[in-house]
């Protein structure tokens, strides 16, 4: 008998475990590999309470989130801020530099908006977009990871939903690896986050047929994908996408499905979105830029 035989003889055996929970407004899913039930439901729950403690922090729909709690003290000055925080906020504004500006955080005037529209199926007077618009801008947020602090102009509105998804996978990866698994994807929405592959596999299976793919094998890496295929509405016979371009105020008409892989979901979530609202042609320029795989087409 060999030594490695013998050793994959003593080693425990390896099970599939699935578990799905209620977070960010949608289903999160946990599939993981493990030798014990025990262990499985343990690594399960670090990743679900990692999901709910930064749906605190994130979430713009709760009052008393850190981040409303940060954006009604702002004042132009820099304040002390959650590590969590600064960092979500860093990498932000560094995708919207690189982006011209089509991921900005600060949208959020323009997010509200648009989810009203999207309700009533009716666009808002155009007055009222144009003011929303002069409160958004990259520039109005700096996040500065020495200090740990953030500085927000007065009166604006962060809404970090391009980015918190794939930050929240990333993170409850590591608590899930914290309790001794290391074979895992997570999924939120379009987000998915993989550690090692399953046991006797070169990497997790993902889908890339929306663009043209096939199918890939990934491991230690993110894959983000975005566009309208689900969420979109009509009104008054145009499509509009319920991604937001900054430039116009609108949900984006253009029909754009965007997916990406890079090393973390913090990185592949907002440049998925603004793949779709620059365009495929974007993805090239895009892939330099931030070192990530990146694939897009037109829906027509």
Request: charge should be negative.
């Amino acid at each position: 008998m060999t030594l490695a035989l013998a050793l994959a003889l003593t080693q425990p055996a390896m099970e599939r475990y699935e578990f799905t929970q209620a977070h960010m407004g949608m289903a999160v899913r946990i599939v993981l590999f493990s030798s014990s039930p025990e262990q499985a439901e343990d690594a399960a729950r670090a990743g679900f309470a990692r999901f709910a403690e930064l749906d605190t922090m994130f979430s713009d729909y709760r009052a008393d989130s850190t981040l409303n709690k940060i954006l009604a003290a702002a004042d132009g000055t820099p304040q002390p801020a959650p590590p969590e925080m600064v960092e979500v906020l860093a990498i932000a504004r560094r995708v919207s530099v690189l982006t011209e500006g089509t991921f900005d955080v600060t949208a959020g005037p323009l997010v509200r908006l648009w989810r009203e529209s999207r309700r009533t199926s009716a666009l808002a007077p155009r007055e009222e977009i144009e003011g929303a618009r002069s409160l958004v801008g990259y520039r109005r947020v700096f996040a500065d990871r020495t200090a740990q602090t953030v500085t927000i102009v007065p009166g604006t509105r962060v809404d970090l939903g391009g980015i918190a998804k794939g930050y929240a996978c990333d993170q409850a990866l590591l608590a899930i690896q914290a309790r001794g698994v290391f074979s895992t994807l997570v999924e939120a929405g379009g987000d998915i986050t993989v550690s090692e592959p399953p046991p006797g596999r070169s990497g997790w299976t993902v889908s890339l047929e929306h663009v043209g793919q096939g199918t890939i094998e990934v491991s230690n890496c993110a894959v983000s994908t975005s566009g309208d295929t689900e969420q979109f509405v009509e009104i008054g016979g145009v499509r509009y996408s319920h991604i937001v371009d900054p430039r116009t105020g609108l949900g984006c008409t253009t029909r754009v499905q965007a997916t990406v892989i890079a090393r973390h979901g913090e990185l592949s979530d907002p440049l998925a979105t603004a793949i779709c609202i620059l365009g495929p042609d974007s993805c090239e320029r895009i892939a330099d830029q931030f070192g990530v795989r990146c694939w897009a087409v037109s829906r027509r």
